[in-house]
């Protein structure tokens, strides 16, 4: 294409960067419209989209039944507050309940709530259930973690970025080596109330934990009276080719944080759900939210329930992983240095001769993929689960071609 096709795309990316509170940096495109696994920019060009909102998109863009779901509640009612009870919040919370196997249900909107929801919930059952003095509550959590960016979180942060500038911080947090168990237990005492780490972590790098990291954090954390919460935001609802990315190990946590795919890309929804002698730690005015539950999040949310009860998702993921697995494992010593595959999810590290991840990015949108660089030299690729097994394999072909693979 010449620059003049590009003119629309360079005009608009000009306009919201001049009025945009730089907190991100986004790659030059402007996108339009979007069906599956593609869009489209407003110049009309085609991208593969690889990053799928972070796994927000998990169910690709405009699913039919999601639209369905929304449009037809759209219609009826939006917003109640939880000042009332609506004819959508039973049938999410109950499906959402019973899809972790726990009893109640904590809608939020985003997954920092959900973190922080989570890490209140600790601190109280601290409190009233384990008997921790107060104000001496402490949580366990591992470094390279992201659980969002409020003050609480980005306090037992290690990533400058995310960290430098904005303290002073919440005390309360112990980081430990993610992966380390002999070093998550021995920084467990009588004040600890809680483990906070995510199963894979994302934003990380898809790093992936050693094989039976999850199921000793479960026994250390019954042995020892303290909650594991695990943060299946990125990783959970199908991601990984299971619901959970902890039931890879058979794993059941104490209270699942969940967001991103529970909204299936149409509405924020967020959630904690555990178990009643957990949550039942809550009473009214302690916490809430005036979108948290409300009438659309929940058809929306109710919908992707049932679309994971029928297991098509997470065989889905299974099997583009291993194309996934296979196709980027043969690029290794040919431009990249390590890849980590779990299910249709995997973190490239890329040789710094090819270039940054930032550079590697921008020359697969020019050939029309969308990826998304973290720490420098990683990429994520976390592809819709809907996308075909020849699209997937096409944008795998770019990317041989842009690191001298093919």
């Known amino acids: 294409m010449t620059a003049v096709d590009h003119a629309r795309t360079h005009t608009e990316f000009e306009r919201a960067e001049a009025r945009t509170a730089h907190n991100y940096h986004p790659l030059p495109v402007v996108l339009a419209h979007a069906e599956g696994a593609w869009m489209t920019d407003v110049d009309g060009r085609r991208f593969l989209d690889l990053l799928a909102g972070y796994s927000a998109l998990n169910f690709g863009h405009g699913h039919p039944g999601l639209l369905a779901a929304a449009h037809a509640q759209l219609d009826q009612l939006t917003l109640t507050s939880r000042a009332f009870v609506h004819d959508t919040f039973a049938d999410f919370t109950a499906a959402l309940g019973d899809l972790c196997g726990k009893d109640l249900v904590l809608p939020m909107n985003t997954g920092a709530e959900a973190v922080e929801t989570a890490i209140k919930v600790c601190r109280k059952w601290g409190y009233e259930v384990k008997g921790v003095p107060d104000g001496m509550a402490r949580i366990v959590v591992a470094s390279g973690n992201f659980h969002g960016r409020t003050t609480t979180i980005v306090g037992f942060s290690d990533d400058p970025d995310a960290r430098d500038g904005f303290g002073p911080f919440a005390p309360g947090f112990v980081t430990v080596p993610y992966g380390d ?17 995510e199963p894979i972590q994302g934003e990380g790098g898809v790093v992936i934990p050693p094989e039976g990291y999850l199921r000793g954090v479960r026994e250390v954390c019954t042995a020892r009276n303290v909650l594991f919460a695990a943060d299946e935001i990125q990783a959970g609802l199908g991601r990984t080719g299971r619901t959970f990315a902890c039931d890879h190990e058979g794993v059941v946590p104490d209270l699942y944080v969940l967001g991103k795919a529970l909204g299936g890309g149409i509405v924020p929804v967020s959630a904690v759900v555990a178990d009643r002698d957990v949550l039942g730690v809550l009473k009214p005015g302690q916490h809430g939210s005036t979108f948290g539950g409300n009438p659309l999040a929940c058809a929306v949310g109710s919908e992707v329930v049932r679309m994971l009860q029928t297991g098509e998702f997470q065989q889905r993921a299974t099997d583009l992983g291993e194309l996934l697995r296979e196709r980027l494992e043969s690029m290794i010593g040919r431009g990249l240095l390590a890849v980590r595959v779990r299910g249709l999810w995997a973190g490239l590290d890329i040789d710094p001769a090819i270039g940054t991840g930032r550079e590697v990015c921008e020359a ?32 795998l072909d770019q990317l041989a071609e842009v690191i001298g693979a093919a």
């Open 181 to 197: 168990l002999a070093a998550l237990a021995a920084a467990i005492d009588e004040h600890t109330v809680a483990v906070l780490i």
């Open 364 to 395: 697969l949108m020019a050939r029309g993929v969308l990826a998304k660089d973290t720490h420098g030299s990683t990429i994520r690729l976390a592809p819709p689960l809907v996308v075909s097994p020849e699209d997937l394999s096409w944008g």
